[in-house]
């Protein structure tokens, strides 16, 4: 169920991902939250050496910060993130993107629309995976 501000607009989107993620007990996590992003989910890990050092990191990052909620697990945390499959890490980039463009999409996408990119460039803060 997404949830609606005051001000009449979603803040956060209910998501399933197409593979999971697998904990430490072999349990599998799908479903989650994601929120909105603030200026400061894109601007902060721009600091963080691991981006200086591997500006594709800023995805891992940026995905920590804004999912709210997987599964049962107690916290959402880079090292999570990390351990998603790769069309895991996609799903959520082109969510994240879709949430937080300037338009605001009808309903909830089944599934997101892939935004267009070239040469290494940004779409929504987050470098599009195999271009950074």
Same mark, same amino acid.
């Given at each position: ?7 009449? @607009?979603?803040? $956060?989107?209910? @998501?399933? %991902?197409?593979?999971?993620? !697998?904990? &430490?007990? #072999?349990? %599998? ?12 989910? $894109?601007?902060?890990? %721009? ?13 891992? !990052? ?14 959402? =945390?880079? /090292?999570?993130? &990390?351990?998603? @499959? ?10 994240? $993107? =879709?949430?937080?463009?300037? &338009? $605001?999409?009808?309903?909830? *996408? /089944? ?8 040469? #290494?460039?940004?779409?929504? #803060?987050? *470098?599009? %995976? #195999? &271009?950074?």
């Amino acid at each position: 169920m997404d949830r609606i501000s005051a001000a009449g @607009f979603r803040t $956060e989107v209910d @998501f399933t %991902l197409p593979k999971g993620y !697998i904990d &430490e007990t #072999g349990l %599998l996590h799908k479903r989650g939250v994601m929120r909105l992003a603030t200026a400061a989910d $894109e601007i902060l890990p %721009l600091r963080d050496p691991r981006v200086q050092s591997n500006p594709a990191y800023l995805t891992v !990052i940026i995905l920590a910060r804004v999912i709210t909620r997987l599964g049962n697990m107690p916290h959402v =945390d880079t /090292a999570l993130v &990390e351990g998603l @499959f790769a069309c895991d890490i996609e799903y959520l980039r082109q969510l994240y $993107e =879709d949430i937080n463009s300037a &338009e $605001e999409p009808d309903g909830v *996408p /089944a599934a997101p629309v892939a935004a267009a990119s070239s040469n #290494g460039r940004t779409v929504g #803060g987050m *470098p599009v %995976l #195999g &271009e950074a």
